[in-house]
């Protein structure tokens, strides 16, 4: 099996100024190639630290992949502490000073001494050309078969280099085998009852076969697991075999497979039926349209999203009867269901999902505390509302409606 | 100092099917209250390499705070790993076993013992009741005064326990001092050409205060961090002073303060002028209008959001001329121009911004690549628009059209 140990660089990242995204998407990367993640980690911009996590990445992984530190400012030290690990002088790189020249200059920016020290690299490495930005990637061997990589922490910068250059580099480099991972999605059975229920299944699962429970607002993914694996194809296959077997121990709560959320399932249903969607939103303030389009293809069957936050909105854009927000207030089943029938009208979409409630932190009262969420689906033959209470932080008061509307509409669209 | 050592477990992690947000709120909880993260990172659910991760932890700071692996099911393997290394028998806990039961009774849950395990707690320990779920947290100190803190891996959960139990019992169990971080948003200037002109001051900065730069598109946020200060006032007093100095140095380039994102910016702006908002969206698909309506109060100016995918929806409700999309195609100056006027015209707003573009992965040509995007402000005075190539992936062409969209209210909302 080859290891790998992914290390982010940043004081950024210690003082929870950003989300690491960087480590998330070179997971993925390595994981498809079939090398194993065994620890992932964040350190700040401390030069002993970076040499001693380094030392450690080294002993534990065959592969270490760092990002981030490599600016043309003070702050950014990754680079000589990399050369004086690898006993390494710097010398300039002629291209990456080109590159890096031509591409400020392209934005009217003067080339300075901080850039030209952007085209410094240890001797011994092997330069990884950023085509998309100015620090260059740098990918070194020691003697026992060993590869340090060092990226730029630019996500974007970060992703191409992995991509292009440093993927090809390690399958060639070693000789890889597969991880497979299959995830299903159930819905309607909290964790601990599924475990009862799949029990006997989960015993029985072959030598290597990992199982992990996911458990989610209203869903469990349970993903097999299988690293290593010389013929992935195969584990493929008996994974699906598996998977299969589950189907007759819990029929009717398998929604799906993979990662694939309720909206991709919808996306797919939508598409495969010629039908369309409009959605209505006030306390979600735009989440669920950004959920669906941003698969790509969503125009297929996505007409239009109205973000009615203010009343006049729901009104004038949705028309919604004024009267009955003054009777039943904003948030109620009368404007839920109001909202959706009136995105549907607008738009002549087949389904449209409203949404509207109180994401706080002000504006609650007793009898409608904050979370309260009314959501409404409008379909071609009815229009169904629900009530949910979705928490108390406004973030996760517009994710959980957001998510609880949207399974409302995939139990319309699967309704036997 | 206080050091902290956080460490999230998961194999969902390592393989990059989620991304950690439970980390960076410990890290912000902690830092917050002095504590000083140096090490951040995620494991697989492997009892050796929790057992050697937590020693290591150990020896290199005073708190170590793990997230994960408390579910029912068998993969679930922290506690008993957290039992033998505190050489501590498993007894069940009868509040949290009451709790436990009630709670899933409630929702219709049959109590198995799977559930009855969840109340099983190491017998040193001191439980950390979890009002919002069935795994309790756990604290737990060793003789030399080291904390090790065992939280459930659902976010809201971990998020509930770290504010009502876990913090209040750092602050009384360790004399904290304070960490000051100021950040202050510059604009206009790359990163290389503002570290050459602040270069002196930079320079000039006291023993104990570290700049940090942190660059994204079209800003970059100089960051100011002073760890473990005795007097935290005084501290930011003096931060304040030295961002003071930076106003004379790069004059009109300061475009905030703190984490401030330009929708921040414009929020308050919006408010204090008793102004408002309104949003159309083609490509970007609701992340503009979810932006805006993600920060508490947005309703005090946000009137409303069109998402317009299809072009009927442009015409329909933006009233934007179907001639012009025939003849200028949907991604086109005239209809981003048209659909912002159509917005404010629509909702009475005072401002609406419009964005029109290809998203991709398919839909672009050779004269309108993926990527394309037009983006509009009307404004009471004019209608100003431009267009970007922001880049080649789906969700990246969407996070910076909105980002550029929004730029480009804010350049209208402060010219002079």
Known sequence: MIK??????????????????????????????????????????DAPKIEQTLARAH???????????????????????????????????????????????????????????????????????????????????????????????????????????????????FSLHANVHRTMITS??????????????????????????????????????????EDGEATRARIDELFKQLYDIIPGHIVGYEDASIQALIHDLLIERGQTLAVAESCTGGEIASRFTAMAGASAYFLCGIVAYANEAKVSILGVDAADIERYGAVSEQVARQMAEGARRL??????????????????????????????VASPTETVAVMRASGTDRGQIVNRASAYAIELLYKQLTRK
Request: glycine fraction near 10%; charged fraction near 25%; proline fraction near 5%.
């Open 59 to 173: 002993a534990q992984s065959e592969v270490v992949i760092i990002t981030g530190g490599l600016g043309p400012t003070k702050d950014d030290i990754t680079k000589h502490t990399l050369a004086r690990i690898f006993h390494s002088s710097m010398l300039e790189d002629k291209a990456v000073a080109e590159h890096v020249r031509t591409m400020l200059e392209k934005r009217g920016i003067k080339f300075n001494e901080l850039n030209r020290s952007q085209a410094l690299v240890p001797d011994c490495c092997t330069v990884l050309f950023n085509h998309h930005g100015t620090a260059p990637g740098m990918w070194f061997e020691d003697e026992d078969g060993g590869v340090t990589v060092s990226l730029p922490g630019v996500p974007f910068e970060m992703e191409h280099l992995m991509e292009d250059e440093v993927m090809p580099r390690l399958k060639s480099h």
């Open 4 to 45: 790998a140990t992914i290390i982010t660089i940043g004081d950024e990242i210690l003082i929870g100024q950003i989300v690491d995204t960087n480590s998330v998407s070179i997971a993925k990367h390595l994981n498809r190639a079939g090398i194993t993640v065994v620890e992932k980690l964040s350190i700040g911009d």
């Open 347 to 376: 738009s002549g979409a087949d389904y449209a999902i409203a949404t509207t409630g109180i994401a706080g932190p002000s504006g609650g009262s007793a009898e409608k505390p904050v979370g309260t969420v009314w959501m409404a």
């Open 188 to 229: 309607g059975l909290p964790e601990s009852m599924l475990a009862e229920r799949i029990e006997k299944w989960e015993d029985a699962l072959p030598d290597g076969v990992k199982l992990a429970y996911l458990p989610a607002p209203n869903v469990v993914r349970l993903r097999l697991s299988a690293y290593d694996q």
